[in-house]
């Protein structure tokens, strides 16, 4: 019998990376990390097959060294996943709205949900992940101390949802990336796809703009460029691209060629080409 498939994420059971994994990856047993280092090292040391890594959210941005950790891992990105954030206010069982006198959450969970916490004028507590602060509710055995998190930890930690969606912003939502120890690419031209790299530039004027001309001139869209100091130099900065196309396309390999032409030998690494989410052509939503 064939071993089940595994793929890592950072925090506790019932955290939205956790949630992430069922929803992506149903086929695959979730495994659960302290930290993003050992997420990335289960697969590194083949402990997990896969990693369920995420980069930004709509709401509050580029998730904090993730862009450090992915290109030292050695790792490939094999796909891409949007799952939407929906925070529950969550209590012991039988505590209601009225009993509550304080929250427990990760502090970015803790500022989308300004309004109600607001509201009901309850204390602020901050906690490392969403998961944890429901596993430490659920311990306290506390009716006044809520938490913030997922559904999916309410079940996990026998807590009632006293409020659904209490999120401020309703487009909520996490980008993940798959990785993976080997690179999985598709097909060129069997359907839209991602193509991610990280890149230096030789330290002369203008470099930037003209190493990103090739993308214009060949039609390829940047959906995303970001850049990050490295090795702590603040003369040094490594740029973080997704460009919608194959890798192996002409457009796609000309724009390369172009690329590095104004980098360093060796400077240009392509993480994965992995197929387009549906959620990002518009054709899904993602899942709560």
């Given at each position: 019998?064939?071993?089940?498939q ?11 990376s956790?949630?992430a ?18 997420m ?12 369920m890594?995420?980069?930004?959210n709509?709401v ?12 030292e891992?050695?790792l ?26 304080e929250?427990?959450?990760h502090?970015q ?7 109600l ?6 204390k602020r ?10 596993h430490?509710?659920?311990a306290?055995g ?5 938490a ?13 949802i ?13 980008r993940?990336l ?5 690179g ?8 839209p ?17 003209k190493a ?26 490594q740029?973080?691209i ?22 360093p030998?060796?400077a ?5 080409t992995y ?14």
């Amino acid at each position: 019998m064939s071993r089940k498939q595994t793929v890592a994420y950072q925090g506790m059971a019932g955290a939205y990376s956790h949630l992430a994994c069922s929803n992506a990856l149903p086929d695959h047993e979730p495994v659960p990390c302290y930290s993003f280092e050992d997420m990335l090292a289960a697969v590194q040391e083949g402990e997990a097959d896969k990693a369920m890594v995420p980069v930004e959210n709509s709401v509050a941005g580029r998730v904090a060294d993730i862009h450090h950790l992915l290109p030292e891992s050695g790792l490939y990105i094999v796909g891409e996943y949007f799952q939407r954030v929906n925070h529950m206010l969550l209590g012991l069982p039988g505590a209601t709205v009225e009993d509550l006198r304080e929250v427990r959450a990760h502090p970015q969970s803790l500022a989308q949900c300004r309004k109600l916490i607001g509201r009901l004028k309850l204390k602020r507590v901050n906690h490392a992940d969403n998961a944890g602060a429901a596993h430490e509710v659920a311990a306290l055995g506390d009716r006044s101390v809520a938490a913030i998190a997922s559904a999916m930890a309410a079940k996990v930690y026998g807590l009632d949802i006293l409020q659904d969606s209490i999120e401020d912003a309703a487009h909520n939502t996490t980008r993940f990336l798959v990785m993976a120890r080997q690179g999985v690419m598709p097909p060129a031209a069997n359907g839209p796809c991602i193509t991610t790299m990280v890149f230096q530039v030789r330290s002369v004027p203008a470099a930037l703009y003209k190493a990103l001309g090739g993308f214009a001139t060949n039609g390829i869209n940047l959906t995303k460029l970001e850049s990050y100091i490295i090795d702590g130099s603040f003369s040094a900065a490594q740029f973080y691209i997704d460009a919608e196309g194959h890798v192996d396309e002409t457009g796609m390999q000309h724009a390369l060629d172009e690329l590095r032409f104004f980098c360093p030998d060796g400077a240009v690494r392509i993480l994965g080409t992995y197929p387009a989410s549906p959620f990002r052509l518009g054709v899904a939503e993602p899942n709560g």
